[in-house]
């Protein structure tokens, strides 16, 4: 008994640490972003401009965090992989005066001294007294601009810092693997709206989770209780979560995999639902299971979802298992 409650509590750790390992020497962190040996990172260029904000929201979603140069050399490798790629002239990096004007640092808290810190000329001047984000030139000058403005930008995850969820085969520790519907799932208990869960589901490689059959209807209804959520404030709508179904386009009830609601092995609504009628077009669940209609503008809790099907843990891993399961 001893035994069998000792390997319930090492094996998980054991599974994360072998799925660490295994993505470290593989040199993979997600298909969009591109791995450089010289600075043992991963990166990857957003063309859409965003804001300073937005685009250190973004990175974080994506597991990773907004670039800074931490040296001249990775400077240098970067800019050269940028020069190659993409023909912008200038992008956001992680490095503010937001705490004190003037006083520039990373997004960890670093001062610029510390870090790449190649001033263009005159620069930072704070022009106007509204420049306190900092951006780089593909010449290599940093430059002081307004936190506003929507500038390309790159995210990166050091190899060090890559955890791997192997039951899930992704980068976030956060997902739940449930065998039985082949699927991972995660809760978020910040809310927000039915356009930013999809945004965020689809940052973590993953979708604002539809319900295919009662049985999970059920796990769901179970992980809305298990949530830590009764503190939460910033909710539009107590008492459901949104999920990933919608009547938007006033065609009818269809998942965002586009299949028809009643398709999908679950359809079952709440009493007297839905009820919004062209106001109410975006899809939640009770948290009872039953399925509701509610305005796309208010902010929820949600639940991303990772198909796992016809997953298989590799061979070494495997093998490194046996020995703690003979």
């Not at 993979?28 to 250190?56: M, N, P, Q, V």
């Amino acid at each position: 008994m001893v035994r069998v409650k000792y390997l319930s509590i090492v094996f998980p750790v054991l599974l994360t640490l072998l799925g660490t390992n295994a993505q470290q020497t593989k040199k993979f962190f997600r298909k969009d972003y591109t791995y450089l040996t010289t600075t043992e990172a991963f990166y990857k260029i957003h063309t859409i401009g965003r804001t300073w904000s937005e685009a250190k929201q973004r990175c974080e979603m994506e597991g990773a965090s907004l670039f800074y140069a931490g040296s001249d050399d990775e400077a240098n490798d970067v800019i050269s992989w940028w020069n190659q790629t993409q023909p912008f002239f200038a992008l956001w990096v992680g490095i503010t005066d937001f705490l004190v004007m003037d006083v520039y640092e990373t997004i960890d808290c670093r001062p610029i001294l510390e870090v790449y810190s190649n001033w263009g000329p005159g620069e930072p001047n704070n022009a106007g007294g509204v420049e306190d984000c900092v951006q780089l030139y593909r010449n290599g000058n940093l430059n002081d601009d307004n936190c506003g403005k929507k500038y390309p930008f790159i995210c990166r995850k050091t190899l060090e810092s890559l955890q791997w969820n192997t039951e899930c085969n992704l980068p976030d520790t956060d997902y739940i693997y449930n065998e039985a519907l082949e699927a991972c799932y995660k809760f978020h208990i910040d809310p927000k709206n039915w356009t930013e869960a999809v945004t965020v589901c689809n940052a973590e490689q993953s979708y604002l989770a539809v319900i295919n059959s009662q049985m999970e209807a059920d796990y769901l209804v179970k992980l809305t209780e298990d949530a830590k959520k009764d503190k939460v404030s910033g909710l539009s709508v107590t008492g459901a979560v949104s999920l990933g179904f919608h009547n938007r386009d006033g065609g009818g009830w269809k998942t965002i995999k586009c299949s028809p609601l009643e398709d999908c092995g679950y359809a079952e609504w709440g009493n007297q639902q839905p009820d919004g009628g062209t106001n109410d077009t975006c899809g939640s669940m009770f948290y009872n299971g039953r399925l509701n209609d509610v305005a796309c503008h208010h902010k929820l809790f949600y639940i991303c979802e990772h198909d796992v099907r016809n997953k298989t843990l590799s061979e070494p891993l495997d093998e490194a298992f046996n020995q703690y399961t003979t």
